[in-house]
């Protein structure tokens, strides 16, 4: 079954009940058993949900895995992967990611014992000098959170299997429809499901994927244990956000090569981050690994300047000054002060996050429409 298929039928089966084709939202907690321990599969919606069931196996479809897990939100899907270690084991990261999952890594584990090595991977064969013995778990972003840098997946891969080391993969701004890391030799993909696969900003949500049953057991016992699950009501909302994915993705990445090329041929605008553009500096990488480009495009103003890049941001029409992206409407966002405002100053600007960094969630509206908007923002 190809990915547009997949994306429709895929992991997916007619209610048995009525034949419903879109999975019920089973809104209920618990389930009657005929006798202790007597029931049809189902006892208690922590644990398992026939809604939740069903988006979970869209999850590992549309991924190529054999194991979905659903949760509230995407911090609480990596929150379970994090569980996997314990006081002493250590993390390589990238040091270019999401604001929150280095406020998680860096507040919270780092309390419980656990080292975090935050390196630049677009050399990805950087990442085995941080490896030791204690080392359990790579964790990449690609394309990376808000500078667009792409990681080699499949090299990182190979370390991690060198060493036996787990690699985890955030595969949020790529979706399954551009990049899928198991098929590169990953061993989980993590999404915020609130983003492109929910794609309509009306839910949070946050996936794992994975092949291995043994990891997927783990996984499960830690979703069923911690119990930071999804509801029926967003996975019914989830479920109908993938069936569109691939044609939402498809226009996304139009839009974000429009876009891309508009912002870099303009006078006022220093620096464009979008891997397709052929001066990206992993631009071969990413046309190896994944399909398009997608629709998350960062740039920085020619005179670096914290107060024009507010300017621009509070002066877009179209684009909606809101956290989030992945969404068919084009949101824009300021990091610093914004999503990656938890990550210390210094250490932001060494990645590239600086105060007249600008990332725009492109969506789907018409294109032409969404230029003007940034030329008449931008003056």
Not at 211 to 226: P, W
Not at 233 to 257: P, V, W, Y
Not at 275 to 295: R, T, V, W, Y
Request: charged content about 20%.
């Amino acid at each position: 079954m190809k990915f547009n298929t997949k994306t429709i039928h895929g992991g997916q089966e007619h209610d048995p009940a009525y034949g419903s084709v879109m999975p019920p939202i089973y809104q209920t907690s618990t389930y009657a058993q005929t006798t202790p321990g007597g029931h049809k599969g189902y006892e208690y919606s922590r644990t398992h949900n026939p809604t939740r069931n069903a988006l979970e196996n869209a999850f590992a479809s549309i991924e190529n895995g054999n194991h979905g897990l659903a949760f509230g939100s995407g911090l609480a899907a990596i929150d379970a992967i994090l569980k996997l270690l314990k006081a002493g084991d250590e993390v390589v990261s990238t040091n270019d990611l999401y604001g929150g999952t280095y406020r998680l890594f860096t507040k919270i584990y780092e309390d419980f014992g656990i080292k975090f090595h935050f390196i630049g991977m677009k050399n990805a064969e950087r990442i085995e000098d941080y490896i030791n013995v204690n080392t359990k778990l790579i964790w990449v972003e690609t394309p990376t959170n808000p500078m667009m840098n792409i990681i080699d997946i499949l090299t990182t891969a190979k370390i991690a299997k060198k060493h036996k080391v787990l690699l985890a993969v955030d595969n949020t701004f790529a979706t399954p429809y551009l990049q899928r890391p198991l098929d590169l030799g990953a061993d989980i993909v993590m999404h915020s499901a609130t983003k492109y696969l929910g794609g309509h900003s009306d839910l949070v949500m946050g996936a794992l994927i994975v092949k291995d049953k043994d990891l997927a057991d783990r996984l499960c016992f830690i979703q069923n244990a911690s119990g930071a699950i999804c509801g029926p009501q967003d996975s019914f909302l989830a479920l109908r956000g993938i069936k569109t994915l691939h044609i939402r993705m498809q226009r996304h990445c139009e839009n974000g090569k429009a876009v891309a090329e508009y912002l870099e041929n303009h006078p006022k605008i220093k620096n464009v981050y979008w891997p397709g553009l052929k001066d990206h500096p992993n631009h071969e990488i990413a046309k190896s690994q994944m399909n398009d480009f997608g629709g998350m495009v960062s740039f920085t103003t020619r005179r670096n300047n914290y107060k024009e890049a507010i300017k621009i941001v509070e002066n877009l029409k179209i684009f909606t000054l809101a956290e989030s992206l992945g969404g068919v409407e084009s949101l824009a966002g300021h990091p610093a002060s914004m999503t990656h405002a938890s990550i210390p100053k210094e250490e932001r600007e060494r990645t590239g996050v600086v105060d007249s960094l600008i990332r725009l969630s492109v969506g789907i509206e018409d294109k032409d429409d969404l230029i003007a908007d940034l030329k008449q923002a931008i003056g």
